[in-house]
């Protein structure tokens, strides 16, 4: 079993072991949603291989576990009329001002928990763990962060991996220039174009980034990640009742056999790595 593997397995199972709790009473988001019979899910275009747009539609590890999560809401609501799901575009900077305004009820991206976000949102049960990394052109010389030092560095602003990266050139006592950028896509223009020297972003979201560039071949993912990122599905704040909904629903997909077709899906094919780890087992620059 790999150690992504491994992970993946204790993640899924504080959920399991819980199991499921009974239907939540009909409040908050839950009634509106059972009233209307529609939902608003909020999903990202840039967040491959958890959340981005293939052929037009949501694609994606978390828009197949929130595909599954909207099954099981359907089925504790019970009713005639199917659920009419509204899928919202948003981006780092909007997801949860989105959720918080009512425009989504819940978020399927690459969120991370964090004790300041929970000030605006409440999250489900953790979906995945990730770290931060970095992506250079394998031009440049060296295997970590260390390596880096004055040295152009870009990462998302308001992101979480901006005081990950602070955190870790403070920890090593170094110093580089740090780069704001608004998007992935501007992070990797830029790599691509030499402006910068590195791109922070989580690593997985950066393994699915290079499979889209002009020459994967070009550029190296550096192994060993810089933080840890526990993602999880945003949703209202205070509003327990959605929560539990979700969350049983989460139990219900972790305890099936339909959790290791999604995951084989998009990270792991049983012998043969998925499209994104291919790429990033290829990227990846291992230490000397």
Same mark, same amino acid.
């Given at each position: 079993m790999t150690r992504l593997s491994a992970l993946f397995a204790a993640l899924c199972?504080?959920?399991?072991?819980?199991? $499921?709790?009974?239907a939540a009473p009909l409040e908050g988001r839950l009634k509106k949603i059972q009233e209307t019979r529609s939902i608003a899910v909020a999903y990202r275009q840039d967040a491959m291989p958890f959340s981005f747009?293939? &052929?037009?539609?949501?694609? &994606? !590890?978390t828009i197949d /576990?929130?595909?599954?999560?909207?099954? $099981?809401?359907?089925r504790q609501l019970g009713g005639s009329t199917p659920l009419q799901v509204k899928w919202v575009p948003v981006t780092a900077q909007t997801r949860f001002t989105a959720i918080a305004s009512g425009q989504a009820d819940m978020e399927c991206g690459a969120s991370t928990v964090t004790l300041g976000r929970l000030k605006e949102v409440d999250f489900s049960s953790l979906i995945f763990v990730d770290g931060t990394g970095l992506m250079v052109r394998k031009a440049t010389p060296g295997n970590s962060l260390r390596d880096l030092a004055n040295k152009k560095i870009a990462v998302i602003a308001g992101t979480t991996n901006e005081p990950a990266l602070a955190d870790a050139l403070k920890g090593l006592a170094m110093t580089a220039t740090v780069v704001k950028v608004k998007s992935r896509e501007e992070g990797l223009a830029q790599l691509e174009a030499g402006a910068v020297d590195a791109f922070a972003s989580?690593?997985?979201? /950066? $393994?699915?980034?290079?499979?889209?560039?002009?020459?994967?071949?070009?550029?190296a993912v550096l192994v060993d990640p810089?933080?840890?990122?526990? !993602?999880?599905? $945003?949703?209202?704040?205070?509003?327990?009742?959605?929560?539990?909904?979700?969350?049983?629903a989460l139990a219900q997909i972790y305890r099936s056999a339909g959790l290791l077709d999604i995951y084989q899906r998009w990270f792991s094919g049983l012998g043969r790595p998925g499209p994104v780890l291919e790429v990033m087992y290829g990227l990846g620059r291992l230490p000397e």
């Open positions: 199972l504080a959920p399991v072991l819980a199991s $499921a709790q009974p747009e293939e &052929g037009g539609r949501p694609a &994606g !590890y /576990l929130c595909r599954g999560v909207l099954d $099981a809401i359907e989580d690593r997985l979201l /950066l $393994a699915g980034l290079a499979a889209q560039s002009k020459d994967p071949q070009a550029l810089i933080s840890f990122e526990p !993602y999880a599905i $945003a949703l209202p704040r205070g509003d327990w009742a959605m929560r539990q909904a979700v969350n049983s």
